[in-house]
């Protein structure tokens, strides 16, 4: 598996449309004002893949980031480039997630929104032309309208179990809703522990039965790094087809120095972040690194040019219990 590894890898999802992919950059933390420039070093960098949420307040600025990039790479699609995106775990139920869509929606389809005016696009048009006066430039801006933006949402997550099963359910409804719209590509949950997804699917199982359309889990997205195994939750995954995004893949940078990465990193020379991203990788993970240094988004997608072997990747599966943040999986409500 891990010989076909590529910065443009990207893996199947059960939704078709192209795929995820593999290896993404997360932006939770990074201030708006700073996020469009990180982001579109990570874009110039070769990541195609984002994770931002609308509880990060910087949605806006990774789609500002991606359409200065598109704008300035014509052999760049849409298509090539998947942006994550999540709603809010303080919103609970069917009005709220609705609410949450249309706003990210309009992030995503009104790039030139004022929270983007900050956006400095290369002085001149693909055509050549003078870019000068741009975001105010009426032409510039009929071209986006007409284009639509960034026109869909490439994944949407449910960000963390909160609310009532009601609450839950009801968010999911308006995830396929909108998904049945057009208005979102794919479909995914968020610190999920596997009895909030056993209710899932018996929610989706129902709704069918009832002739509608259920939806389809095709992302589930949680921290997972040696020191956090979450062994019950990838069986669950596996089994059912769904891919894992993988968050807080560097534990937060809070294990650099663990003896567990010591022998690694003699052997390979590498560093902790990058022997944590390719690991997160060979397991067939999604990653999400997240950083706000252009030096280190740089360090963590140089990871194609080393390979751990078959035992170093299962002797860093070690089954630990260890969460660097909050863990919503064993939240009861
Ligand atoms: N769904 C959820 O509930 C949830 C929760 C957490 C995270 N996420 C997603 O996952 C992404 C990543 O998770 P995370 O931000 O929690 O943690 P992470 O990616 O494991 O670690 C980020 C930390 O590591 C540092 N860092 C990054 N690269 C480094 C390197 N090469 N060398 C040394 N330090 C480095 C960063 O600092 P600098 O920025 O200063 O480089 C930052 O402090 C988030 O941005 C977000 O997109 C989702």
Known sequence: MSAALS?????????????????????????????????????????RHIDTAGIYRNEHAVVAATTQFLSANPSVTRSDIFISTKFAPHLQGYEAARNSIAQSLSHFRNPLAPGDRRLKLPANRPDGRSRSAWPDDPEFSKEKTENDGLGYIDLYLIHAPSGSLNDRNGAWRALVEAQERGEIKHLGVSNYGVRHLRELYDFIAAEERAGRPGGKVEVWQGEIHPWLSRHDIREFCEEHGIVIQAYSPLARATKFGDKLLREVKERTGKSEAQILVRWSLQMGFVPLPKSERNDRIEENAAVFDFELTEEEVKKLDTGRYEPSSWDPTVWTN
């Open 7 to 47: 910065i443009a890898r990207r893996l199947s999802l059960s939704g078709g449309k192209g795929g995820i992919p593999q290896l993404g950059y997360g932006v939770y933390q990074c201030p708006a004002a700073k996020t469009t420039a990180t982001t579109l070093h990570a874009l110039q960098t070769g990541y």
